[in-house]
């Protein structure tokens, strides 16, 4: 039919094409055919999607149909292959869809037989999931769970395993308070399947599961409910006391839910703080895997609270175990049988050491003394010692006996017996000598000293005059006009003492030791106050008046004065250099170690252990680490020679270079026979300089006196190296000519740039002849440079940094006269300095001494927490004269220069030995830059323990003169000024005391090294600190090692501490321009004071090879003076000072203030308030600035403005106004 209608217009080939689709169409038709389904049989059949099913008609060679579309199919018209009719009358449908649930028919013979109804189910998903929950005990946790499916699945929910049964069906409508309400379990579940879980406990936390269920499979929902239960500690770290334990620990466990961590916090009596036990570099400390802490061969500095913290997301909580290190009392200083005049007075000392401190009882004929009028207990102590003084003030005979001095602590007791003889009384034998002793010391001194400068004058003065070593180094060491004086009179003590020694020897006929008889005992009280006044010593001991010097209130003093209000001398120039241990003197009081008692000689321990013509090079830092830490050296530490070079022997005076004998002050070093280079018997040395009042006694002090060194520069670091230590350096350094704070310079090396000034312009015309600089040829002759430290023209490259710093004050100073013109010179001055000082505290802090010390050195510094009054800033004897002088083992024998592209310098390096006292190699050489960059791209050399052989066989090198030796020096200064051995200093740094040398080897790992120290010294207790400490390894990520490391930290940590003026300390700075301040790096200030040094390393002290990876010097952070506008003279604390003419004096004045917003002009009512209280804030000018400024910086935040402001009465507008006003200015000052 199809074929017959279409065959006119269709071809063949395309009927060929349409026919089966024709064909299906007709056979659908076919079998679409009306027809009664009222089968007698019906079933119901189930099946899931994926899964099959069968079923069965009854009857074999059967039709089955399927109800489509209104009507029934014949399914064989389908053909579905995942249908399979079988003769025997069976169906199966296979891989189920969900088109297949429907409404099926077998016939037989056009007789229905059955009807079956396949139903296909639908696997369930989850469509509304509970999240995971963390909760406080106590609350109503809801976990909503719905699914959907086919048919509709069925919710239940289990915990972990648990299913949880029986649940109480609430409808799905119920309101919070039905749930609330309800009673019975904590668990109530909706008709929708949600569960709430009322009161919830501890208990009731864990993995909650939510199974939603039909036919079709089941499908899961998780939620995980963390209860939370603050951590409680059930084993608390117990109270322990170690007495010679191998290992000790503390335990703690904890509860809680989630399970707590636990750390461990350690606070040392020593004031150490440490927060993560395992990473402690000690090694000592362990953290096993239940969280308690060991601790391995326990000293005392462990002693101290470990606190265990357990924490979780519930809070934290701790407890604390007290660790206490037991050390037996050991006495450092015994009292000693004596014999006392009756009337008399006397002191008796007992000092002990142990851990924990010991407690000290005294006892008279086993008697316990109690309380008495005829005797007093004076009590000194700190951590782990404790001095107590037992003193008479007139001694009686009932005072005759044995006395005791017994210490004790928990550890055990330790007792010293002595006796105690009064005698009559008998006239004080020194007293009739005293006129006559100060004659003679004052004409025997006066005129060594004199003879001691004519041969100098004559010399220098000489234009043919060649200087040998020791004249260079007279140079370096001599000492300023008032310094001399004040030595001066110090030798004219000390050798009246001597005097009238002699002349009581004379008069008895006997030898006569000073420490077999008491001093006081051979002189009165008023005698011996007599002898210091006509020595002078009395007239140079000055206190300082700090009350009148207005200046102190916001600027440092250049001699260090007043920095300590309680104590006015403490880290003053020309005070007493401070002790870690005490004095090792031979006799007690005053002569050196090695003058008598046999040690070896400091040049063969030079020459056999420390000296090394090849040296490794550092890997990581540059030679800028050397220089830069004389610089700071020179800052601190400056012990000057005795003022006379020549013997004080009475008759035939010698000068100290020609004697080889040990007298005042001369104390030669021994030179071996079979010496490689030096042929004479002795190398000249002189003894440091003494401070008044020490060597014998101090009257003022009321107490002997061991000999004491003099520091003639301040101990703060303050740049007392640019700005010098004493106002009279100051006044000389000073260029008052253009009125803006600036220093003095020398001639021009680039535009704005100039050298330092020159001392034959500067220094008075009697004394150019002793400080005449003198290099290699006369050609080439230039005077010293000036600076505040006299040592700047040693070697170039301290010069160099003296160079630098200069121009950086005068820079600053430039800066801050642009944005505060109404400061005057001296304003601008101090300021300058005051930022200058800052900046280079900020990088000897920050970028230096990490390097130095390392993570744990600079731990043992800790963190700023301010200012202590009670901490004395002068710097340590060991310090000075062993300890920082490491430094010495990291000069390489040669100075780098470089071009401008850093590459090879036309004029080559510099040998060492020929460039000390060589201001021409900067003059006529190409300046500073090339030296800046040699310095930058040259390696340190290793501290390994060996000095240069450019400073042990050529320092002060001068052609047909025999050098001196820097090592051999250093031996020989430590022994004049009686430091304690090294092995003293080990165990005062927590280290065991080596009984032998090989108890070394932790510490001195080198075996070729412990064994020459054994041929040297006769026992391990004659080390010398300053070898024993360089020979030692270094410490993981220093550049010292342990010994070193604790007293450099020590020092360092005083020097910050005590300094009443440190960058940090609170009101010295506001927050703006501390930001300012710790932006400082010495790259930048390199940069920034070059000729013309474009790129530098951005850590200038790490070395790096690679020109191309520094960075630009205009990338670098820049420092933004505005933070250092003033409002004016009215703020100026002096002024007020002036004004009120009194410090302690609190006055309160009227402050009346106008500001402008927009074009309405506010003025407020008048303010009382502190007016020395005043500070200022950056960033605002005009007269709305001067006044607002005041007022916000006695409101910092912004609510307390705001209470400042309802406190005026004002009308609501204008506290409106100004509360706008005050957040706006609070936004400028944050960001800008």
Same mark, same amino acid.
């Given at each position: 039919?199809?074929?017959?209608?279409?065959?006119?217009?269709?071809?063949?080939?395309?009927?060929?094409?349409?026919?089966?689709?024709?064909?299906?169409?007709?056979?659908?038709?076919?079998?679409?055919?009306?027809?009664?389904?009222?089968?007698?049989?019906?079933?119901?059949?189930?099946?899931?999607?994926?899964?099959?099913?069968?079923?069965?008609?009854?009857?074999?060679?059967?039709?089955?149909?399927?109800?489509?579309?209104?009507?029934?199919?014949?399914?064989?018209?389908?053909?579905?292959?995942?249908?399979?009719?079988?003769?025997?009358?069976?169906?199966?449908?296979?891989?189920?869809?969900?088109?297949?649930?429907?409404?099926?028919?077998?016939?037989?013979?056009?007789?229905?037989?059955?009807?079956?109804?396949?139903?296909?189910?639908?696997?369930?998903?989850?469509?509304?999931?509970?999240?995971?929950?963390?909760?406080?005990?106590?609350?109503?946790?809801?976990?909503?769970?719905?699914?959907?499916?086919?048919?509709?699945?069925?919710?239940?929910?289990?915990?972990?395993?648990?299913?949880?049964?029986?649940? /109480?069906?609430?409808?799905?409508?119920?309101?919070?308070?039905?749930?609330?309400?309800?009673?019975?379990?904590?668990?109530?579940?909706?008709?929708?399947?949600?569960?709430?879980?009322?009161?919830?406990?501890?208990?009731?936390?864990?993995?909650?599961?939510?199974?939603?269920?039909?036919?079709?499979?089941?499908?899961?929902?998780?939620?995980?409910?963390?209860?939370?239960?603050?951590?409680?500690?059930?084993?608390?770290?117990?109270?322990?006391?170690?007495?010679?334990? !191998?290992?000790?620990?503390?335990?703690?466990?904890?509860?809680?839910?989630?399970?707590?961590?636990?750390?461990?916090?350690?606070?040392?009596?020593?004031?150490?703080?440490?927060?993560?036990?395992?990473?402690? &570099?000690?090694?000592?400390?362990?953290?096993?895997?239940?969280?308690?802490?060991?601790?391995?061969?326990?000293?005392?500095?462990?002693?101290?609270?470990?606190?265990?913290?357990?924490?979780?997301?519930?809070?934290?909580?701790?407890?604390?175990?007290?660790?206490?290190?037991?050390?037996?009392?050991?006495?450092?200083?015994?009292?000693?049988?004596?014999?006392? &005049?009756?009337?008399?007075?006397? #002191?008796?000392?007992?000092?002990?050491?142990?851990?924990?401190?010991?407690?000290?009882?005294?006892?008279?004929?086993?008697?316990?003394?109690?309380?008495?009028?005829?005797?007093?207990?004076?009590?000194?102590?700190?951590?782990?010692?404790?001095?107590?003084?037992?003193?008479?003030?007139?001694?009686?005979?009932?005072?005759?006996?044995?006395?005791?001095?017994?210490?004790?602590?928990?550890?055990?007791?330790?007792?010293?017996?002595?006796?105690?003889?009064?005698?009559?009384?008998?006239?004080?034998?020194?007293?009739?000598?005293?006129?006559?002793?100060?004659?003679?010391?004052?004409?025997?001194?006066?005129?060594?000293?004199?003879?001691?400068?004519?041969?100098?004058?004559?010399?220098?003065?000489?234009?043919?005059?060649?200087?040998?070593?020791?004249?260079?180094?007279?140079?370096?060491?001599?000492?300023?006009?008032?310094?001399?004086?004040?030595?001066?009179?110090?030798?004219?003590?000390?050798?009246?003492?001597?005097?009238?020694?002699?002349?009581?020897?004379?008069?008895?006929?006997?030898?006569?030791?000073?420490?077999?008889?008491?001093?006081?005992?051979?002189?009165?009280?008023?005698?011996?106050?007599?002898?210091?006044?006509?020595?002078?010593?009395?007239?140079?001991?000055?206190?300082?008046?700090?009350?009148?010097?207005?200046?102190?209130?916001?600027?440092?003093?250049?001699?260090?004065?007043?920095?300590?209000?309680?104590?006015?001398?403490?880290?003053?120039?020309?005070?007493?250099?401070?002790?870690?241990?005490?004095?090792?003197?031979?006799?007690?009081?005053?002569?050196?170690?090695?003058?008598?008692?046999?040690?070896?000689?400091?040049?063969?321990?030079?020459?056999?252990?420390?000296?090394?013509?090849?040296?490794?090079?550092?890997?990581?830092?540059?030679?800028?680490?050397?220089?830069?830490?004389?610089?700071?050296?020179?800052?601190?530490?400056?012990?000057? +020679?005795?003022? +006379?070079?020549?013997?004080?022997?009475?008759?035939?005076? #010698?000068?100290?270079?020609?004697?080889?004998?040990?007298?005042? &002050?001369?104390?030669?070093?021994?030179?071996?026979?079979?010496?490689?280079?030096?042929?004479?018997?002795?190398?000249?040395?002189? !003894? +440091?300089?003494?401070?008044?009042?020490?060597?014998?006694?101090?009257?003022?002090?009321?107490?002997?006196?061991?000999?004491?060194?003099?520091?003639?520069?301040?101990?703060?670091?303050?740049?007392?190296?640019?700005?010098?230590?004493?106002?009279?350096?100051?006044?000389?350094?000073?260029?008052?000519?253009?009125?803006?704070?600036?220093?003095?310079?020398?001639?021009?090396?680039?535009?704005?740039?100039?050298?330092?000034?020159?001392?034959?312009?500067?220094?008075?015309?009697?004394?150019?002849?002793?400080?005449?600089?003198?290099?290699?040829?006369?050609?080439?002759?230039?005077?010293?440079?000036?600076?505040?430290?006299?040592?700047?023209?040693?070697?170039?490259?301290?010069?160099?940094?003296?160079?630098?710093?200069?121009?950086?004050?005068?820079?600053?100073?430039?800066?801050?006269?642009?944005?505060? /013109?109404?400061?005057?010179?001296?304003?601008?001055?101090?300021?300058?300095?005051?930022?200058?000082?800052?900046?280079?505290?900020?990088?000897?802090?920050?970028?230096?001494?990490?390097?130095?010390?390392?993570?744990?050195?600079?731990?043992?510094?800790?963190?700023?927490?301010?200012?202590?009054?009670?901490?004395?800033?002068?710097?340590?004897?060991?310090?000075?004269?062993?300890?920082?002088?490491?430094?010495?083992?990291?000069?390489?024998?040669?100075?780098?220069?470089?071009?401008?592209?850093?590459?090879?310098?036309?004029?080559?390096?510099? /040998?060492?030995?020929?460039?000390?006292?060589?201001?021409?190699?900067?003059?006529?050489?190409?300046?500073?830059?090339?030296?800046?960059?040699?310095?930058?791209?040259?390696?340190?050399?290793?501290?390994?323990?060996?000095?240069?052989?450019?400073?042990?066989?050529?320092?002060?090198?001068?052609?047909?003169?025999?050098?001196?030796?820097?090592?051999?020096?250093?031996?020989?200064?430590?022994?004049?000024?009686?430091?304690?051995?090294?092995?003293?200093?080990?165990?005062?740094?927590?280290? !065991?005391?080596?009984?032998?040398?090989?108890?070394?080897?932790?510490?001195?790992?080198?075996?070729?090294?412990?064994?020459?120290?054994?041929?040297?010294?006769?026992? #391990?207790?004659?080390?010398?600190?300053?070898?024993?400490?360089?020979?030692?390894?270094?410490?993981?990520?220093?550049?010292?090692?342990?010994?070193?490391?604790?007293?450099?930290?020590?020092?360092?940590?005083?020097?910050?501490?005590?300094?009443?003026?440190?960058?940090?300390?609170?009101?010295?700075?506001?927050?703006?321009?501390?930001?300012?301040?710790?932006?400082?790096?010495?790259?930048?200030?390199?940069?920034?004071?070059?000729?013309?040094?474009?790129?530098?390393?951005?850590?200038?002290?790490?070395?790096?090879?690679?020109?191309?990876?520094?960075?630009?010097?205009?990338?670098?952070?820049?420092?933004?003076?505005?933070?250092?506008?003033?409002?004016?003279?009215?703020?100026?604390?002096?002024?007020?000072?002036?004004?009120?003419?009194?410090?302690?004096?609190?006055?309160?004045?009227?402050?009346?203030?106008?500001?402008?917003?927009?074009?309405?002009?506010?003025?407020?009512?008048?303010?009382?308030?502190?007016?020395?209280? !005043?500070?200022?804030?950056?960033?605002?000018?005009?007269?709305?600035?001067?006044?607002?400024?005041?007022?916000?910086?006695?409101?910092?935040?912004?609510?307390?403005? #705001?209470?400042?402001?309802?406190?005026?009465?004002?009308?609501?507008?204008?506290?409106?106004?100004?509360?706008?006003?005050?957040?706006?200015?609070?936004?400028?000052?944050?960001?800008?």
């Amino acid at each position: 039919i199809y074929y017959n209608e279409y065959k006119s217009y269709l071809s063949k080939t395309q009927m060929y094409c349409i026919l089966p689709f024709l064909l299906s169409t007709l056979s659908l038709s076919l079998s679409q055919q009306s027809f009664d389904d009222n089968a007698p049989l019906t079933e119901l059949k189930n099946g899931r999607v994926g899964g099959f099913v069968a079923i069965k008609c009854g009857f074999s060679d059967v039709d089955w149909f399927k109800f489509m579309d209104g009507d029934y199919v014949n399914l064989k018209s389908l053909r579905n292959r995942r249908i399979s009719i079988i003769r025997d009358g069976r169906m199966y449908i296979s891989r189920l869809r969900d088109s297949d649930a429907g409404v099926y028919l077998c016939r037989k013979n056009e007789t229905p037989i059955k009807k079956i109804t396949v139903k296909i189910a639908e696997k369930p998903s989850v469509v509304i999931q509970p999240g995971d929950v963390t909760v406080q005990p106590g609350s109503l946790v809801h976990l909503p769970c719905e699914g959907d499916g086919i048919p509709h699945p069925t919710i239940s929910w289990r915990i972990g395993r648990i299913q949880l049964s029986d649940l /109480p069906v609430l409808p799905a409508s119920s309101s919070m308070e039905d749930i609330l309400g309800y009673k019975g379990d904590n668990y109530v579940m909706t008709e929708a399947g949600h569960l709430y879980i009322r009161n919830i406990t501890v208990q009731h936390g864990g993995l909650y599961i939510c199974e939603v269920t039909n036919e079709g499979g089941t499908a899961y929902a998780t939620s995980n409910i963390l209860v939370l239960d603050p951590p409680e500690i059930t084993t608390k770290p117990a109270d322990t006391d170690a007495l010679d334990a !191998r290992t000790i620990g503390f335990a703690c466990r904890a509860t809680g839910s989630p399970t707590p961590t636990i750390k461990w916090r350690i606070e040392t009596d020593e004031g150490l703080v440490i927060e993560d036990v395992e990473d402690h &570099p000690s090694g000592r400390y362990q953290v096993d895997r239940y969280q308690s802490i060991r601790i391995s061969m326990p000293v005392p500095s462990d002693s101290g609270r470990y606190t265990c913290i357990a924490s979780n997301t519930g809070g934290s909580v701790n407890a604390t175990g007290i660790l206490r290190v037991l050390v037996t009392p050991e006495f450092r200083i015994p009292p000693k049988d004596s014999w006392v &005049p009756v009337g008399s007075s006397a #002191v008796f000392v007992c000092a002990a050491q142990g851990s924990p401190t010991p407690l000290i009882e005294w006892f008279k004929d086993d008697a316990y003394l109690a309380f008495s009028n005829t005797y007093q207990i004076q009590h000194e102590t700190s951590l782990h010692e404790v001095q107590e003084k037992l003193i008479f003030r007139q001694i009686s005979f009932q005072d005759t006996g044995f006395y005791e001095c017994r210490a004790s602590n928990l550890a055990g007791t330790n007792r010293h017996e002595f006796s105690i003889a009064v005698t009559e009384a008998m006239p004080f034998p020194g007293d009739r000598f005293v006129k006559d002793a100060i004659e003679y010391a004052n004409n025997f001194v006066q005129s060594a000293i004199q003879e001691t400068q004519v041969i100098l004058s004559s010399r220098f003065s000489n234009p043919n005059f060649q200087p040998t070593p020791q004249d260079l180094f007279h140079m370096v060491r001599q000492p300023t006009r008032q310094t001399l004086y004040m030595a001066m009179s110090a030798e004219v003590f000390e050798h009246a003492l001597d005097y009238i020694h002699q002349q009581i020897e004379k008069l008895n006929a006997t030898s006569l030791e000073r420490n077999q008889q008491p001093l006081t005992s051979l002189l009165s009280p008023a005698a011996l106050e007599h002898l210091e006044d006509l020595s002078g010593c009395k007239a140079r001991v000055k206190m300082p008046k700090c009350q009148m010097r207005c200046q102190l209130m916001s600027f440092r003093s250049h001699d260090g004065t007043c920095n300590n209000e309680k104590n006015p001398l403490y880290g003053s120039s020309l005070h007493s250099l401070n002790r870690f241990l005490p004095a090792l003197y031979e006799n007690k009081y005053n002569t050196p170690r090695g003058w008598s008692h046999h040690l070896p000689s400091a040049r063969l321990v030079s020459q056999r252990l420390m000296r090394t013509d090849g040296f490794q090079l550092h890997s990581r830092y540059s030679v800028l680490m050397m220089h830069f830490g004389q610089f700071l050296d020179h800052d601190l530490i400056q012990t000057v +020679s005795g003022p +006379s070079e020549t013997t004080f022997a009475p008759f035939l005076p #010698v000068r100290c270079r020609r004697t080889c004998s040990n007298t005042m &002050p001369c104390f030669p070093i021994e030179i071996a026979t079979n010496d490689t280079r030096i042929e004479s018997s002795c190398m000249p040395f002189v !003894r +440091s300089a003494a401070t008044c009042g020490t060597g014998d006694t101090s009257v003022f002090g009321d107490s002997i006196r061991v000999r004491e060194q003099l520091n003639q520069v301040t101990s703060f670091l303050d740049g007392s190296g640019i700005y010098g230590s004493a106002d009279e350096e100051m006044e000389t350094l000073r260029d008052r000519s253009a009125g803006r704070g600036q220093l003095r310079v020398g001639e021009e090396t680039s535009p704005g740039k100039h050298l330092l000034p020159r001392e034959d312009v500067l220094v008075p015309e009697e004394l150019e002849s002793e400080r005449r600089c003198i290099g290699r040829s006369a050609i080439n002759f230039h005077d010293c440079f000036l600076a505040g430290d006299r040592r700047s023209t040693e070697q170039p490259g301290l010069t160099v940094l003296h160079t630098v710093f200069m121009r950086h004050h005068n820079q600053i100073a430039y800066k801050l006269s642009e944005v505060n /013109p109404q400061w005057n010179d001296d304003r601008v001055y101090e300021e300058a300095r005051k930022i200058v000082g800052a900046q280079l505290q900020h990088i000897a802090y920050n970028e230096y001494l990490p390097k130095v010390l390392g993570v744990e050195g600079m731990m043992k510094i800790g963190e700023y927490m301010g200012y202590e009054s009670e901490t004395d800033s002068s710097i340590l004897n060991e310090f000075a004269t062993a300890a920082f002088r490491f430094g010495h083992t990291l000069i390489p024998p040669t100075l780098f220069r470089r071009g401008e592209n850093y590459e090879e310098f036309e004029l080559g390096d510099m /040998p060492l030995h020929n460039s000390f006292f060589t201001p021409y190699r900067i003059v006529d050489e190409g300046g500073i830059d090339p030296i800046i960059r040699g310095m930058l791209t040259q390696n340190l050399k290793n501290p390994d323990g060996k000095l240069s052989s450019s400073v042990t066989e050529r320092l002060f090198n001068i052609i047909s003169e025999v050098s001196l030796d820097l090592a051999a020096i250093n031996i020989q200064r430590g022994r004049d000024h009686a430091i304690p051995t090294y092995n003293d200093m080990r165990q005062v740094c927590g280290m !065991r005391r080596a009984l032998n040398f090989h108890d070394l080897q932790s510490e001195i790992t080198n075996a070729t090294v412990r064994q020459l120290l054994s041929e040297m010294y006769d026992t #391990v207790d004659d080390i010398d600190l300053w070898v024993g400490g360089l020979e030692e390894s270094t410490v993981d990520g220093s550049l010292v090692g342990p010994t070193f490391r604790c007293i450099i930290a020590e020092q360092f940590k005083r020097t910050r501490n005590g300094d009443r003026f440190w960058y940090e300390a609170d009101s010295h700075f506001t927050s703006e321009q501390l930001r300012q301040i710790r932006k400082t790096t010495l790259a930048k200030i390199l940069c920034e004071n070059a000729d013309n040094i474009t790129k530098v390393p951005e850590d200038v002290f790490k070395y790096n090879p690679n020109v191309n990876k520094y960075t630009e010097c205009r990338k670098l952070p820049r420092f933004d003076f505005s933070a250092f506008m003033d409002c004016g003279d009215d703020c100026n604390p002096c002024l007020r000072y002036r004004e009120q003419n009194s410090l302690e004096e609190e006055t309160e004045t009227d402050l009346e203030f106008t500001y402008e917003v927009g074009e309405k002009i506010m003025k407020s009512a008048s303010i009382r308030r502190h007016a020395y209280h !005043r500070k200022f804030v950056p960033g605002l000018r005009g007269r709305a600035g001067d006044s607002l400024r005041q007022e916000i910086e006695l409101r910092e935040r912004k609510k307390e403005h #705001v209470e400042f402001l309802k406190n005026l009465n004002l009308p609501k507008e204008e506290i409106d106004l100004r509360v706008r006003l005050f957040k706006q200015l609070e936004r400028n000052l944050t960001f800008g």
